[in-house]
């Protein structure tokens, strides 16, 4: 029989109380005295809210605090969490993030216990007790392995199925009061909630069944909800950053390749990392740029290369390399060797943690060009110079938000820049953008559809990426002369 108490990190901080208590704030108060305009059910909601994430603070009658101070404190508290205008009022950004679909643990370290426990062991045991009637159990099997997996190839953690009812982490699907004084709420409210590592009822984890689970993209993602509260099984707290797995509001993006370089770093500052020593080498330059090191590390193969749908944000040449940029995440590859260095941007370049929509090569000045929305950084040697700049001082209009792709013609001083129907060509001698520009894509490069993901010059030929494909361009005789995946260019 498993002893069912309550540890840390766990759905809410107060037991039964935690759907009535919050109304404390409220009783016998007008509406008005605490945000003007706002309708009483609002103002429920995010009293449950706060109380549930945020506070777990008594005054000394045992009561929850109640004021206009304490619920403006406690808002600002989650306003700077999920980093929005921290006004002391519940605005609509605010309240739109109440509404959202999210894991049911607390998001302030302060109001959860034993946080940075972990195993003391590296073989971990797991069962699922009871089942969704959403999928067939076999899925459920298949998708709870996969998302424990996730972290498996992250550290030197490994996870076997277990039929015993003392398995470390014991996976349930319950719903409303399920015996852990921790109810769920019902559906698009708190998906799941998880227990840190411990005895009893640690490292369990429990989704809400009134959800609808799903292994595609309808309902809520079985594999990355799970992911997440795996997380928290393994002794993880809430991130501030959303691109982490471990970002408390569900998101609906997420399918595959889950774990941040933040993600990363903290699992292996539990459990260590996956190799002994650490190391991203000399990638060897033929120009004298030796890669950044922040001593994470990436385990080769998280992100699947080899997805036959994989694409690509931008790809570029950088001296004797090519870099495919993805999200935060960079594969880097030597033109004449097999091995590829892998893993998020921020491991080679800390300065720049933000996807790259663009990139080009000016091998003349050894100098690279990386574009996100409508910035851009230059990179030269081994360092950013300064800080970013907008694209309005290459000559683009106001209107131009967004470069899709960018490419240097070699033995030329032209780049040409890519955006949605239209391209533009920058002189990079006179540092000036042409005046017969922009021109119509279709126009001067027949054959090759629009948008544009990433192209890049090689061997006398352009290479434009469309979504999962690339197609080698002969400018001469303004025809596409071959067709291949994209990620052929790796190896795949």
């Known amino acids: 029989?498993?002893?069912?108490?309550?540890?840390?990190?766990a759905c809410t901080l107060l037991a039964l109380p935690c759907i009535a208590a919050p109304?404390?704030?409220?009783?016998?108060?007008?509406?008005?005295?605490?945000?003007?305009?706002?309708?009483?059910?609002?103002?429920?909601l995010a009293a449950k809210y706060l109380q549930r994430f945020y506070s777990s603070r008594t005054d000394s009658s045992g009561r929850m605090k109640r004021s206009r101070s304490f619920f403006s404190s406690k808002l600002k508290d989650m306003q700077s969490f999920f980093k929005l205008n921290q006004t002391g009022s519940l605005d609509p950004e605010t309240l739109a993030v109440m509404k959202t679909p999210r894991c049911g643990v607390p998001d302030v370290k302060d109001y959860v216990h034993n946080q940075g426990n972990r195993w003391r062991k590296t073989e971990i045991s797991y069962r699922v007790g009871t089942y969704t009637s959403d999928l067939p159990t076999s899925t459920v099997d298949a998708l709870i392995a996969s998302a424990l997996d996730v972290w498996a190839r992250a550290s030197p953690l490994k996870f076997f199925r277990s039929n015993s009812q003392d398995?470390?982490?014991?996976?349930e699907f319950a719903t409303k009061d399920h015996g852990d004084s921790f109810p769920f709420d019902g559906p698009r409210g708190t998906l799941a909630h998880a227990y840190d590592p411990g005895e009893g009822i640690g490292g369990d984890v429990h989704f809400d069944d009134d959800e609808f689970w799903t292994a595609g993209s309808n309902g809520f993602s079985l594999y990355s909800v799970a992911a997440h509260e795996f997380g928290h099984a393994l002794g993880l707290r809430h991130s501030q950053n959303p691109q982490s797995l471990m970002y408390p509001t569900y998101q609906r993006q997420r399918t595959q390749n889950l774990l941040s370089s933040e993600d990363i770093i903290n699992i292996n500052a539990l459990y260590g990392s996956t190799m002994p020593n650490p190391f991203y080498p000399r990638l060897g330059w033929s120009y004298s740029f030796i890669p950044w090191y922040t001593g994470s590390y990436f385990p080769m193969g998280l992100k699947d290369k080899c997805n036959p749908d994989q694409t690509f944000d931008s790809v570029t040449t950088l001296g004797e390399a090519i870099l495919f940029f993805k999200g935060r995440y960079l594969w880097i590859k030597h033109n004449n060797k097999s091995d590829i260095k892998e893993g998020p941007i921020t491991n080679f370049m800390p300065n720049i943690d933000s996807r790259i929509d663009a990139a080009y090569w000016v091998p003349q000045r050894s100098t690279a060009f990386l574009f996100s929305g409508s910035n851009y950084w230059t990179v030269k040697g081994s360092q950013g110079k300064g800080r970013h700049k907008n694209i309005s001082s290459l000559g683009f209009p106001a209107r131009v938000k967004l470069i899709d792709a960018a490419v240097h013609i070699y033995k030329t001083p032209y780049t040409l820049f890519f955006t949605q129907h239209v391209y533009w060509r920058y002189n990079e001698n006179q540092k000036v953008m042409e005046d017969s520009y922009p021109r119509n894509i279709s126009d001067d490069f027949p054959g090759i559809k629009t948008p544009i993901s990433a192209a890049m010059h090689r061997n006398g030929f352009l290479h434009f990426f469309l979504g999962p494909e690339v197609y080698k361009y002969d400018t001469e005789l303004k025809k596409v002369i071959e067709v291949k995946k994209a990620n052929s260019w790796l190896g795949c």
């Open 1 to 9: 029989m498993r002893i069912w108490f309550v540890l840390a990190c």
């Open 167 to 171: 398995a470390d982490i014991m996976v």
């Open 23 to 44: 109304l404390l704030w409220l009783e016998g108060d007008d509406v008005s005295e605490f945000q003007d305009g706002k309708t009483r059910n609002d103002l429920i």
